[in-house]
């Protein structure tokens, strides 16, 4: 890299919102940082670039690249492993790369299932059930799709990754923060963290930025959030409404159990954490008051979708990834 | 993965390798565990035997080992044994694993094949889990010189008394005004027939007199903070509104006291006693207490007959209850048991019918101290019985009330035969299930009131009633019984009836022990560290049961309990310091998001928050090491040293072999 | 995995120091007879088990999990096993979603006399998984305790 040529960055996005673009352009004038510091090489949402053009450049070349979007497809595969190799840094960045966040879910269901309710449900026009294929002879010669995959996998799962950075999407502020420290690095004022590492983010939970009032936890009901008014001072979780904060990485400034709704867990796990799911059911379960089994089955009765809900945000990155039906095995 | 393991597979004789192949086990581990990190892989006949330990001990010495896994019997047995080998050579004892591959291998398995392919995957689990073992010490607290008993009956005397002997300073609390506990309620006690009272009160004197002892009667526990070496307890002492500094024990208010009321204390509801009152004439300490809820003053404001009548000025009717708070090492609890309520057997009368009476009452009876002046006599007052039937196991032996046997009814009922045959020479009988007369001359004693000619009847009783069906069953109680031994239902009518009604739990036993931090057990008497073993400990460190709390049991035996819980005081008093066994939990308060999920999960309410700062903390010497906390934390801010997460996860992986080269079989021949 | 033989399930049964642990040395000890299919790890206390570790026994090969503790009440450490048997109840939900039969978790309770009664216990759960079949849940690339991170575990 001669004295002129600025370090590169990209962002792709596999399965994904567009949220965690949106999140890195949230940054502002901090933009004209990124600018001034680098030159950005890939990133679809905001320019246009060919998969032929990354896969010219030489390996490792990329020094920084942000991968938002978990992977569902064998294109994504694809891309991750190229970006892999074109880059210095791979940051698995947002809630979907990192854990699986929404595209997740669909690891509940089977492949035939979610590919059912896309092409066939009431709220899709398609009379003919027309459904995609992944290759198609057309007089100009063959059209390919790629291949969905019936189980939603993190990029760590697929390619080895140097940083995490966790949220739906992750706060713009902590971008900024990283953009900075990444800038210092390159200026030799500060070094990097160790590989593995989650940046952007706090050492702790959720509960430790929420302004809300803590006392002992005794759970006797469990409540919806549109059911209850609940008193904005007190802990959410205290007044029967499931909030995942407990469990949850903090680094967001609790915008969510600040705003009045329960933090519903997409900053991922604490630091540590084997599996954010368990974390949250053993700590909520432990606090239900009750020692008669038909009583603590009746309070459960309360959170109707405990997977759903447990996992929300992660899904593929938890011990057991997808349900049994999702797996699809020969 | 640095770490030097040696692995020892036990024959134990034939006793593991008559099913389990050891020899294939040890090499399987010696070759397949190798990445793992095993060194060295041994079999031998006897682990346990000083020779097996050597080997141990040899190969740390000499091929610096960093981690011991035995396969061998249950760590119940030994895993103090091999820790203790590990340490003598050097290594942090707990840096070895002993996993079981006998009571839970080839104990209980026949299939040979299948038995050895488990003895490998348990000993792979022991050596994932030791990989993440790490080198604790033992935690040392300091131990408070000072003790507290907490209950006054003979069980709490004795251990008073032995502390103070041996020269440590007691605090001996008791609720009622006086100590002596049931015992004093008796008039004779089984098998010798000593008076109760005349081996009692050179007891209860020794102690109300010894310097070592601080006695606190007419007082309760009402808090208990800190652990073992270093607790701190609050003991309110209830207002007696008697000036303990200038009453003389003269008992002049007492004789003056213009009311009286039913004392269903002491006297088991069978007299009345006065409102200032001591309650029996033995009672150590000698000073009044005014029981102000039915005291004329307190009620309407007038009456005042003990103050103007006290010599000394000693009455105080502004006397306040007073909260003190002392620092000891160590805890007695000896708060003793309750009587079965006989009413709750509503076919055997009690209550309803009239000369139908419990044990205790039946004591008060024949105490020359007691309501009738040691006369056994009908509800007249006058007239003696002439047949008396007594019931053994009422309450006790009994699925609709209380399944366990209470020790001392049977010697109890011989006894009160003895006594009526005594005194009446009425003719007797005694209902039992079985007769139960374990201890020193308690048989003798059974075959000498046989020789007397109470009639023993073997059978449960199934109804006392009044509705008489002839004629000489007019005017008598008629006990319905299916006599067993002769194969047919009887109606015996008698004219008083005597229930040997069970021992239970205090009626607050459940709070009090969540006051010291001691759990109770199914049947509500507090759990011993080991029934066998170590009836004395709680698992409570610091805290210990002596007598009844522990279980139904008779005097000796709750003499020896009081003795032996002194003793192991006196011998942590001597050492000056405790070592606790290090498997603690721990918070990291950097991940403590301070989000209280923990706080109320502590039965041992070794789990703080600090307000201030905003996180939890454990204490290590109240913490006992369940790993509840650990479990429960969301944030995974808490650390359990000895079970800790990477240890039981690894374990789980080893168990599994799936840290293996290549995947076992999982798979179990059929 | 030889299809040729029947399947034998193999499953992790998590015990209490106190209790249950000593129940099966008391099967041990008085040499009652049970399956191999079980694997016993030892824990202080039943308030111990953590879900994750049921999730990661299922994860990783067994095909069902045993829970035991202390009866009610006679929790060694007083009531440590309510926060087992609520945790137990919200796992089960949950494992019900992603498509495990709730036949695979069950919770059993025993005192450390017990032995007898533990071992039918062992035996009848065996029975009732073998009857269910392999769980077999396919192994992913998941950091594993015994291995760094991001290495990749056989499959």
């Known amino acids: 890299m001669s004295k002129n040529e600025k370090p590169k960055f990209a962002m792709y996005w596999a399965d994904s919102c567009g949220g965690c673009d949106i999140a890195v352009l949230n940054i502002h004038e901090k933009i004209l940082d990124v600018d001034a510091n680098f030159e950005v090489v890939f990133w679809p949402v905001a320019m246009d670039a060919k998969y032929k053009d990354v896969e010219a450049m030489p390996d490792e070349s990329i020094l920084l690249t942000l991968f938002n979007g978990a992977i569902h497809s064998t294109e994504h595969e694809h891309i991750a492993h190229l970006m892999r190799k074109k880059s210095k840094i791979l940051v698995a960045f947002g809630s979907c ?3 699986g966040c929404m595209p997740a879910l669909i690891n509940l269901s089977s492949k035939k299932d979610f590919f059912d309710t896309v092409f066939t449900t009431i709220s899709t026009d398609n009379p003919e059930n027309i459904r995609p294929q992944t290759s198609v002879k057309v007089p100009e ?31 713009s502020h902590q971008i ?94 604490a630091e540590g954490v084997l599996d954010y799911g368990a974390r949250l059911m053993s700590a909520v379960a432990s606090v239900i008051d009750s020692t008669d089994p038909a009583e603590i089955n009746q309070i459960l009765d309360g959170i109707p979708d405990p997977a759903g809900q447990i996992y929300r945000f992660n899904m593929a990155g938890s011990l057991l990834q997808a349900g049994k039906t999702a797996w699809n095995r020969k | 993965m640095s770490e030097k393991i040696g692995v020892y597979v036990c024959h134990c004789g034939t006793n ?21 990190g095993v060194v060295i892989a041994r079999d031998y006949k006897f682990m346990c035997s000083s020779l097996g330990q050597e080997l141990i001990e040899k190969d740390i010495k000499e091929l610096g080992l960093t981690r011991v896994v035995v396969a061998a019997c249950s760590p119940h047995l030994h895993e103090r044994t091999f820790r203790t080998a590990c340490e003598r050579a050097g290594l942090n004892p707990y840096l070895s694993e002993l996993v079981s591959i006998r009571e839970q291998v080839s104990w209980v398995h026949t299939d040979k094949i299948a038995a050895t392919a488990k003895a490998k995957a348990v000993l792979s689990g022991g050596v994932e889990r030791v990989i993440h073992n790490e080198p604790l010490e033992p935690l040392k607290v300091p131990i408070h010189p000072d003790s507290l008993v907490v209950g006054g009956g003979i069980a709490g005397i004795q251990a008073a008394l032995e502390l103070a002997d041996g020269g440590n300073h007691v605090y001996l609390v008791e609720r009622e005004p006086s100590i002596g506990g049931h015992m004093a309620q008796f008039d004779k006690t089984f098998p010798t027939l000593d008076c109760s009272a005349c081996i009692l009160t050179p007891r209860m004197v020794q102690a109300g007199n010894h310097p070592n002892i601080t006695l606190l009667t007419w007082s309760e526990v009402t808090k208990v903070d800190g652990y073992v070496g270093n607790f701190e307890v609050v003991i309110k002492k209830k207002a007696r509104y008697v000036n303990t500094e200038l009453c003389t024990g003269c008992g002049i208010c007492v004789e003056k006291c213009p009311m009286k009321v039913v004392d269903d204390v002491f006297e088991a509801g069978m007299a009345k006693r006065k409102v200032i009152y001591t309650p029996f004439p033995q009672a150590v300490p000698n000073f009044p207490v005014l029981d102000a809820p039915n005291c004329t003053f307190f009620q309407k404001g007038t009456c005042k007959a003990c103050e103007k009548f006290c010599p000394t000025n000693a009455i105080d009717f502004n006397q306040k209850d007073e909260d003190i708070t002392v620092k000891v090492g160590n805890i007695v609890l000896a708060t003793g048991y309750d009587l079965f309520n006989p009413r709750r057997i509503p076919q055997y009368g009690y209550g309803r019918l009239e000369n139908i009476i419990t044990s205790l009452e039946f004591e008060r009876l024949c105490n020359a101290s007691g309501p009738t002046g040691g006369n056994i006599v009908l509800k007249d007052g006058v007239t003696p019985p002439k047949t008396v039937g007594i019931v053994h196991c009422v309450g006790s032996r009994d699925q609709n009330y209380n399944g366990y046997c209470s020790a001392i009814c049977c010697m109890q009922s011989i006894k009160f035969a003895h006594l009526v045959h005594e005194r009446t020479g009425a003719e007797i009988y005694n209902f039992y299930i079985d007769i139960r007369t374990p201890g020193k001359s308690y048989e003798e004693f059974y075959q000498r009131v046989l020789d007397e000619g109470t009639h023993f009847v073997r059978g449960k009783v199934a109804e006392v009633t009044d509705v008489a069906r002839s004629p000489e069953e007019e005017g008598k109680l ?26 239970e739990p205090r009626y607050d036993a459940k709070e009090t022990g969540k006051l010291f931090g001691i759990a109770c057990s199914a049947d509500g008497w507090y759990i011993e560290r080991h029934p066998k073993l170590d009836p004395i400990a709680t698992m409570t460190e610091g805290v210990y049961i002596a007598g009844c709390v522990q279980g139904p049991k008779d005097i000796p035996a709750t003499v020896a309990q009081g003795a032996a819980a002194a003793a192991r005081i006196q011998g942590k008093i001597q050492q000056g310091e405790i070592t606790l066994e290090p498997i603690r ?8 998001s301070g989000c209280r999920i923990c706080n109320d999960l502590c039965p041992f309410s070794a789990i703080l928050f600090h307000e201030d700062r905003a996180v939890s903390e454990v204490n290590a010497a109240l913490c006992q090491g369940c790993g509840t906390c650990v479990a429960a934390c969301p944030a995974g801010a808490i650390s359990g040293t000895g079970f800790s ?26 | 995995m030889n299809n040729n033989e029947t399947f034998e399930p193999v499953i992790i049964g998590f015990t209490c120091n106190w209790c249950s642990y000593r129940a099966a040395d008391t099967a041990g000890t008085a040499r009652v007879k049970y399956a191999p299919n079980i694997r016993l790890i030892r824990l202080m206390c039943s308030g111990r088990l953590d879900p994750t570790f049921v999730l990661k026994a299922l994860a990783n090969g067994a095909d069902a999990v045993l829970i035991t503790g202390c009866h009610p009440g006679d929790c060694h450490y007083v009531e440590q096993n309510y926060k087992a048997l609520r945790r137990f109840h919200l796992l089960k939900r949950v494992l019900t979603q992603m498509g495990i039969e709730p036949g695979r978790l069950k919770l059993v309770w025993a005192s450390a006399a017990e032995g007898a009664i533990l071992a039918a216990e062992f035996d ?27 290495e990749e575990v056989a499959a």
Do not use: H
């Open chain 2, 478 to 503: 008629i006990i319905q019984v299916e006599d067993t031994l002769i194969g047919k239902q009887r109606r015996i009518p008698v004219d008083m009836v005597i229930l040997s009604a069970g021992l």
């Open chain 2, 585 to 592: 939990a721990s918070i990291n308060e950097d991940q403590c």
């Open chain 1, 97 to 99: 790369a990192c854990e």
């Open chain 1, 176 to 269: 900024a923060a990283v953009i900075d420290l990444v800038i210092q690095v390159l200026q030799g004022k500060a070094e990097l963290p160790p590989p593995g590492a989650v940046i952007g983010a706090g050492n702790s939970t959720v509960c430790d930025e929420c302004p809300r009032k803590r006392d002992i936890k005794k759970i006797k009901k469990f409540d919806r959030i549109q059911f209850i008014e609940p008193d904005p001072e007190i802990c959410l979780l205290e007044q029967g409404i499931l909030c995942s904060g407990l469990a949850t990485r903090n680094g967001c400034e609790a915008k969510c159990p600040s705003a009045g709704s329960p933090c519903i867990g997409c900053y991922g796990p």
């Open chain 2, 16 to 36: 593991i390798a008559g099913i389990v192949n050891v020899e294939e086990v040890t090499q399987w581990a010696g070759s397949r565990l190798k990445e793992r």
């Open chain 2, 645 to 670: 997460n990477e240890q039981v996860l690894a374990q789980i992986e080893g168990l599994l072999l799936l840290n293996i080269e290549k995947i076992e079989s999982n798979k179990v021949p059929a």
């Open chain 1, 141 to 171: 010669g063959v059209i390919t799709l790629p291949e969905m995959y019936s189980v939603v996998r993190t990029l760590d799962q697929v390619v080895p990754v140097d940083y995490y950075m966790p949220g739906c999407p992750p706060e």
């Open chain 3, 124 to 150: 009848k759960f065996i029975n009732e998984v073998r009857a269910l079949g392999p769980l077999n849940w396919p192994l992913q690339k998941q950091k594993t305790f015994s291995t760094p991170a991001l």
